[in-house]
């Protein structure tokens, strides 16, 4: 018997009993036998939801080396250690799904910390001070679920035998990236600098504050400029958690915070893929002058019935191939590989495996040519 459980046998048991001290007090004890009925038929429904009917979610196993997160002033979050982290993760029955290890560099952007990846290091280039290929993403650039050595960023560089940086983040958006890029690249000299821009089409919608758990800078669209407003204003779910008794009933919880995103994801404003049509068209310029090459790899990851990602394939696919027409690299990975394809990606959690990244990595190396960047 769980914790959940007890507490709601306990609580059941003490409105109840004062149900019963109340007997001769009617008013208060007819409020008592309605709240002591409602909190009954609740705290049933609550338990059958918590065993058999909420989705059961793979976990993290946290120990003494195990990575998290810490709140970041400008990019909202990052990785809170260095040093070499283990990753697990396991279903809720306690089958491994995945243990990988990550070996995290503390680094610096303008004025803020940044802890970054293990790329590749080719000692011959990086005597000139210039990476040759700075990878920019969410988890599919960092590499989730698969050891140092099989990331794309690392995997590319070996065969191109040249450095890479892999300035990917677990659960960023392209607001991550732009900004990332904007502080450490866009007044830098980038001769001779690949820029691989590794995009999912959930990071339009990180960008315009829908998900708590990607918050980070925020900027403005005024004419074709971009404005740095500070950070992203966090969720609200206020009233998920009022009308739940602060979680006490998670069904209900998840049910108001369901319909909350359902509702929120449907009317992201178009301006939101204008500003991700500007960002990447931004980057692209600012390589280009600056001697480097910009390159958007595109992994079209939908699958999913209910990605609110769909309600916006069709304006998302226009900013892409405008960019294309106006000369932006930009490549699908579904050109390169079956997207669909399971053998691709870790059973369960969805992440690329070391197989999808290697097979991209030889792809990109017979593209990443000084051909290509004229």
Request: charged letters at 20%.
């Amino acid at each position: 018997m769980n914790k959940h459980v007890v507490f709601f046998i306990i609580a059941n048991l003490i409105l109840v009993g004062l149900t019963y001290l109340t007997r001769r007090k009617r008013r208060i004890n007819n409020v008592l036998l309605l709240g002591t009925t409602i909190f009954l038929v609740l705290s049933i429904v609550e338990i059958a939801y918590r065993n058999f009917f909420r989705e059961s979610r793979p976990y993290f196993q946290k120990n003494g080396n195990a990575w998290s997160f810490k709140p970041h002033p400008v990019l909202g979050f990052q990785i809170d250690r260095t040093g070499v982290l283990s990753d697990t993760e396991l279903t809720t029955s306690g089958r491994m799904i995945y243990h990988a290890d990550y070996t995290i560099y503390p680094g610096s952007i303008e004025s803020y910390s940044f802890n970054d990846r293990r790329g590749f290091l080719n000692a011959s280039s990086i005597r000139s001070m210039v990476p040759k290929i700075v990878f920019l993403g969410c988890s599919f650039t960092f590499g989730q679920g698969v050891n140092d050595t099989e990331t794309l960023p690392y995997r590319v560089g070996a065969l191109y035998n040249t450095t890479t940086l892999n300035f990917g983040g677990i659960g960023y958006g392209i607001h991550h990236v732009y900004k990332i890029f904007m502080d450490e690249y866009a007044n830098a000299s980038n001769y001779g600098t690949f820029f691989v821009y590794t995009m999912l089409p959930d990071h339009v919608l990180r960008a315009s504050g829908l998900y708590p758990w990607s918050p980070g800078p925020s900027f403005k669209l005024a004419g074709d400029s971009l404005v740095y407003e500070g950070s992203l204003p966090p969720v609200n779910y206020s009233v998920a958690s009022y009308a739940s008794l602060f979680g006490t009933f998670t069904f209900i919880k998840d049910m108001v915070i369901n319909i909350q995103n359902k509702r929120r994801a449907k009317h992201v404003s178009p301006v939101e893929y204008e500003k991700a049509y500007w960002m990447m068209r931004k980057m692209d310029q600012y390589s280009r002058v600056s001697g480097g090459h910009f390159l958007v790899l595109f992994w079209d990851n939908i699958s999913e019935k209910g990605d609110p990602n769909r309600y916006y394939r069709e304006l998302l696919n226009d900013k892409l191939e405008r960019l294309r027409k106006e000369g932006v690299d930009v490549i699908n990975v579904a050109d390169i590989l079956d997207i669909k394809d399971p053998k691709y990606y870790i059973p369960i959690d969805g992440h690329p495996n070391a197989m999808a990244y290697d097979t991209v990595a030889k792809y990109l190396v017979t593209h990443l040519t000084p051909q290509s960047r004229k």
